[in-house]
């Protein structure tokens, strides 16, 4: 959470935890802590003797700049929604604006994903599993971020609901599922694809990249 | 904080820093401006040279944010929190987007690095048909039966007999090379008939 404050997290990965925030307030509250005690140290930093950098000039170029002026008061943003199977789900504000550039959903059986413009180090998507669904059982060639959204997610550790995040690395292999009678909405953030174990589903590992 | 007396530093009260950017906001103060600048600007130096360890980006984000704060000096709300606060979001949002911009993008997952040789660890838990079924049914069946004879052939064996890459090149008795790249060859195919699907 400081990291996510200061801003050091990769990008995709504070994608998750912003995502996340939205949708719990506890974290809202906590954030909001650290985020005045990292503003504090930076506010009470000590200078050092030979800091003696003139800025004068940048403060006379700065002055010198129009300002701008004040917004007049936002409308509320108005909530996207995405569309898939014939449901529609409300995206937490920070995912909005990607999450109107998404790109096609890809559907696969009960699975849907749809990638989002975020990635450069991760590959980022929406992921959708429908009611009775089961992702194969896989491993984790890195680490796999999943925010549920809407609805549950059940693997062999548990049970997951909205605002929950799910962390996987390479140690882990589970067959994740949807329960019989809710279909399920989730941020996926992967930094390597999975690795499916059994039968013909291993050829998703080559071919994943048009899955997920 | 401690200020000495030979400190150069001006003594600091409550309310001071909200004051002075409420004047920048209200009526462009250049000398409230300065005050706030010569208080966070080199401390803002300090903070990035921590951040980046390197001099020249420190300045430059020392100069982003506070050209910000000039600028968007009316949409700071004192009700929400402190002038430190919100110029340290600036700070870190400036950073931030800094580090963005030289980053590099895309990486690409190649197949290689996903081929373990065909050992791939077989796990007790039970098979899931339904999506052998649809994998096939659905999408790859009829890219599949598209394969030219010999790529077919060493995928069927790879991916339905589940035998290893060596093992299928001493049946068919063909190099170890030539199973690798028929399956190259096929997948490249699989993946071209895939995205054709999309749109
Ligand atoms: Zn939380
Ligand atoms: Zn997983």
Redesign the interface.
């Known amino acids: 959470m400081e990291q996510y ?3 050091t997290l990769s ?1 995709d990965v504070a994608l998750a935890v912003a995502t996340h925030i939205d949708l719990c307030p506890h974290c809202q509250r906590v954030c909001q802590d650290i ?2 005690d ?3 140290v ?4 000590p ?2 003797q030979d ?1 003696t ?1 003139d ?1 004068s000039a ?2 006379a170029e ?2 010198g ?7 007049r008061q936002k409308a509320a943003r108005e909530l996207v929604k995405v569309q898939i199977n014939g449901r529609e789900f409300a995206i937490p504000r920070a995912l909005s604006r990607l999450a109107e550039q998404q790109g ?1 959903w ?1 559907q ?2 009960g699975i849907a994903t749809a990638k989002l413009p975020a990635g ?2 991760m590959h980022v998507s929406l992921l959708y599993i429908d009611k009775g669904t ?1 992702i ?2 896989h ?1 984790h ?1 890195g680490l796999e971020m999943t925010l549920v959204l809407s609805g549950t997610i059940c693997d062999e550790n548990g049970e997951y609901g909205a605002g929950d995040l799910l962390i996987n690395t390479p140690a882990d ?1 589970h ?1 994740p599922h949807t329960r019989a009678d809710e279909d399920c909405l989730c941020l996926s953030v992967l930094s ?2 999975l ?1 499916f ?14 899955f997920y | ?1 401690t200020i000495s007396a030979e400190s150069a ?1 001006p003594h600091i009260r409550t309310g001071q ?1 909200e004051d002075a950017l409420t004047f ?2 209200l009526h ?1 103060d ?1 000398s409230a ?2 005050e706030l ?2 208080y ?8 990035g040279m921590k951040m980046f360890g390197n001099e020249q980006q420190a ?1 430059e984000m ?2 982003d944010t ?2 910000n704060v ?6 700071f709300d004192p009700s929400r ?2 002038a ?2 919100w ?3 600036i ?3 400036v ?2 987007d800094m580090l ?1 911009k030289k ?5 690409d ?1 190649s ?1 290689d690095d ?2 373990a040789d065909g050992d ?4 007790e ?1 039970s ?2 048909d ?3 079924t ?3 049914s ?3 069946a009829p890219f599949f039966d598209a394969l030219p004879v010999a790529q077919r052939l060493v995928m069927q064996k790879v ?2 007999e ?1 035998k290893s890459h060596q093992e299928v090149a001493e049946e068919l008795d063909i190099p170890l090379g030539t199973v690798k790249s028929r399956i190259r060859l096929a ?1 490249d195919r ?2 071209e008939a ?2 054709d699907t ?2």
């Not at chain 1, 930076?42 to 930093?45: C, F, V, W, Y």
Request: charged share 25%; glycine share 2%.
């Open positions: 404050v200061a801003g990008a985020h005045n990292q503003a504090d930076l506010a009470s930093m200078l050092e800091d950098d800025f940048l403060l700065i002055t700049q129009p300002q701008l002026d004040k917004p096609k890809l696969l059986g450069d180090k089961e194969p059982n491993t060639l292999t067959t390597a694809p690795k174990n059994k039968g013909l589903v291993r050829l998703l590992n080559p071919l994943q990249q048009f | 904080m530093e820093w920048v906001a462009a250049k401006y300065a600048f010569n966070f600007a080199p401390r803002l130096k300090a903070f300045l020392v100069q506070m050209l000039w600028k968007k000096a009316r949409l929190g402190c430190s606060t110029i340290f979001t700070a870190r949002n950073r931030f963005r980053q590099s993008r895309k990486d997952i197949a996903l081929w791939y660890p077989e796990l838990e098979a899931t339904q999506w052998e649809m994998l096939l659905e999408k790859l991916y339905l589940e997948l699989l993946r895939l995205d999309r749109s």
